[in-house]
């Protein structure tokens, strides 16, 4: 069984930065691949950012440049470095996993290949 806990969200004003933190317990393989998705009110959840095991990246076009995403695989633990944050970037960021995958730059990050979700970290972005 694997755990979620997403950290680390809150309100900042455009241009800020944000760190979100997304702990990791439970069966390792289904972890290997892990990735970050927001959705604000009243639209579709969108994919943000996706990890590999062996740390290779792929970020959706509106957050390229801005945000990071990286992990610390022998604490268990996946963050989301978040720079000139933009009144659209507010949103529920939640942190997600699953078994292992391959990842290129233009990988897509498509939440029904994973079935393993956090609780959610809300991120809200003042103009």
């Known amino acids: 069984q694997v755990q979620l806990v997403e950290s680390g969200g809150g309100s900042v004003q455009t241009g800020g930065s944000l760190r979100l933190s997304c702990v990791v317990s439970?069966?390792?393989?289904?972890?290997?691949?892990m990735a970050w998705f927001r959705q604000a009110p009243g639209k579709e959840r969108e994919g943000v950012a996706v990890?590999?095991?062996?740390?290779?990246?792929s970020y959706a076009d509106s957050v390229k440049g801005r945000f990071t995403i990286s992990r610390d695989s022998p604490k268990n633990i996946m963050y989301l470095q978040m720079n000139s944050l933009k009144p659209e970037d507010t949103a529920m960021y939640y942190c997600?996993?699953?078994?292992?995958?391959?990842?290129?730059?233009?990988?897509?990050?498509?939440?029904?290949?994973?079935?393993?979700w956090g609780q959610g970290t809300q991120v809200t972005v003042a103009s």
């Open positions: 997600a996993a699953r078994g292992p995958c391959w990842v290129s730059p233009s990988t897509p990050i498509i939440g029904s290949e994973y079935i393993n």
């Open positions: 439970g069966d390792a393989y289904s972890t290997r691949c």
């Open positions: 990890i590999s095991h062996s740390g290779t990246t």
